[in-house]
T-cell receptor
């Protein structure tokens, strides 16, 4: 089946530093990827939609200058948390929409990465 | 706008018990409906889906039927196992190839041996 990877799985950083999280679709092309944030015991909150070759679309209330998204290829999107603070500590999950190159049965479905646990000290 | 409402949790069951997790939705179009499962410390996995009214999605012993008349997509399993302990999310994607997923709040299921 379609596989999405995220790297790193866990990161601890000091307040004020920037952290980059990668999301890759391993066996299909994804012109659209999504970035979610999940607080403990809560649902996923969509932060932004990442579009290959163009600017990301951010949800209301999400600071685009703080959460930089780059979708440079059909298989890679990155989320950079700039000048991280303790309140940015969270579980970040990406998903990718299968738009070709994989199994026909998974076309146009979203597949989720395993998540990245960010802890800002 | 679109919304998904799940029953309040958590739910604790004994092994081999029957499971029902309720999910209802509100959508402007003709959505596709999904159940996702999240095991501890992991991302979401698609459990099953249904794309139109009266469709039944099934996987790993779980089933859910798309009920348009009651706008529901309840998840059921006849005999749960300890390994089914996880968080379950109901979600919808409205019509349109680029529509986003809308998630319910999720419910934690714990199965005791």
């Amino acid at each position: 089946g379609a596989v999405v990877s995220q790297h790193p799985s866990r990161v601890i950083c000091k307040s004020g530093t920037s952290v980059k999280i990668e999301c890759r679709s391993l066996d299909f092309q994804a012109t659209t990827m999504f970035w979610y944030r999940q607080f403990p015991k809560q649902s996923l909150m969509l932060m932004a939609t990442s579009n290959e070759g163009s600017k990301a679309t951010y949800e209301q209330g999400v600071e685009k200058d703080k959460f930089l998204i780059n979708h440079a290829s059909l298989t890679l999107s990155t989320l950079t948390v700039t000048s991280a603070h303790p309140e940015d500590s969270s579980f970040y999950i990406c998903s990718a929409r299968d738009q070709g190159g994989g199994q026909a049965s998974s076309y146009n479905e979203q597949f989720f990465g395993p998540g990245t646990r960010l802890t800002v000290l | 706008g679109d919304s998904v409402t799940q029953m309040e949790g958590p739910v604790t069951l004994s092994e081999e018990a029957f499971l029902t997790i309720n999910c209802t939705y509100t959508a402007t179009g003709y959505p596709s409906l999904f159940w996702y499962v999240q095991y501890p410390g992991e991302g979401l996995q698609l459990l099953l889906k249904a794309t139109k009214a009266d469709d039944k999605g099934s996987n790993k012993g779980f089933e859910a039927t798309y009920r348009k008349e009651t706008t529901s997509f309840h998840l059921e399993k006849g005999s749960v196992q300890v390994s089914d302990s996880a968080v379950y999310f109901c979600a919808l994607r409205d019509t349109g190839a680029n529509s986003k997923l809308t998630f319910g709040k999720g419910i934690t299921l714990s199965v005791r041996p």
